[in-house]
């Protein structure tokens, strides 16, 4: 088979703790994520690397925030100077940008589709020109048109670039995504939010890439969700259906925006129920 996977940290920035954790009071969340002076916790952009050989292709799901960005909003949102292009970051992990045959944008929020695109010459262009990029058709529906709730977390520069020059494939539910690859449609946070599922690898347990349904560490318990999510309640749900899906496959996650653990598995609880425990990438737990 042959399918390898590797996370890569692509950004690390900031954003303010509470918005992380909607209803969550600061006492709690706090003894997990440290605040700074301006309320804001460190975050990171990790994506999944993919290999399939079977298949001839190498997948990147999400490509973090990019550098194509401002000084106020460097500030704003404490991104690490010097700001590193989607590409960039992956020429320091090793990783020969051009050999990337998919994007996989698990959304369309800046902190996750940002590194789709990078400045030259001055003009935005885009990062992997030569890849197949996927997205939620309702995901891009929702962006070009978004709610007032949410509308400052996308880019339309980005996504008018993305429509226009990329080779974009609007994903919806029941199709396949890439051979090996399986997708199902979460909306709670944002309409047509795609989670990937590597559910046979080489190198460790089945794999989901939760993106915003759980971003960190904290949000592996059930009821903490972000402020971010346009449907809580249905986060709720969501969440509890996807941790039943791989209670079942003995699988985990990948923690994208946790700043010092990278995935969490599926473990049985003190009461027999399942739940997920900070982890390794090869299915192993932290002690």
């Not at 940008?97 to 935005?124: C, K, N, Y």
């Not at 974009?168 to 051979?179: A, K």
Request: charged share 25%; aromatic share 4%.
């Amino acid at each position: 088979m042959g399918v390898t996977v590797r996370a890569i940290r692509l950004s690390d920035f900031a954003l303010d703790g509470g918005a992380m954790h909607g209803v969550v009071p600061k006492v709690l969340w706090s003894a997990v994520h440290a605040a700074d002076e301006r309320n804001r916790i460190a975050l990171a952009a990790r994506a999944l690397l993919v290999d399939l050989p079977a298949c001839g292709a190498r997948l990147l799901v999400d490509t973090g925030l990019g550098a194509a960005w401002g000084p106020k909003q460097r500030e704003i949102y404490a991104i690490a100077a010097p700001a590193r292009d989607a590409p960039s970051a992956l020429r320091e992990a090793g990783v020969d940008p051009e050999t990337i045959t998919h994007v996989l944008l698990t959304h369309l929020h800046w902190d996750h589709a940002g590194g789709t695109v990078l400045r030259r010459g001055g003009e935005l262009d885009l990062a992997f020109p030569r890849a197949e990029h996927i997205a939620g058709r309702r995901c891009l529906e929702h962006a070009r048109r978004p709610s007032d709730k949410d509308a400052g977390s996308f880019r339309q520069a980005d996504l008018e670039l993305l429509a226009a020059r990329a080779r974009l494939r609007l994903w919806e539910t029941g199709e396949p995504l890439v051979p090996g690859i399986e997708g199902r449609e979460c909306s709670g946070h944002c309409p047509g939010m795609i989670v990937p599922l590597v559910r046979e690898r080489d190198d460790g347990p089945p794999l989901a890439v939760a993106a915003d349904l759980i971003p960190t560490r904290s949000h592996l318990r059930h009821n903490w969700v972000m402020a971010y999510d346009n449907e809580p309640l249905l986060s709720l749900r969501e969440k509890r259906a996807l941790l039943e899906e791989l209670a079942a496959i003995g699988g985990g996650v990948l923690l994208y925006h946790d700043p010092e653990v990278e995935a969490a598995w599926c473990r049985s609880g003190p009461d027999g129920a399942p739940r997920l425990v900070p982890g390794r990438l090869d299915g192993t737990a932290l002690d």
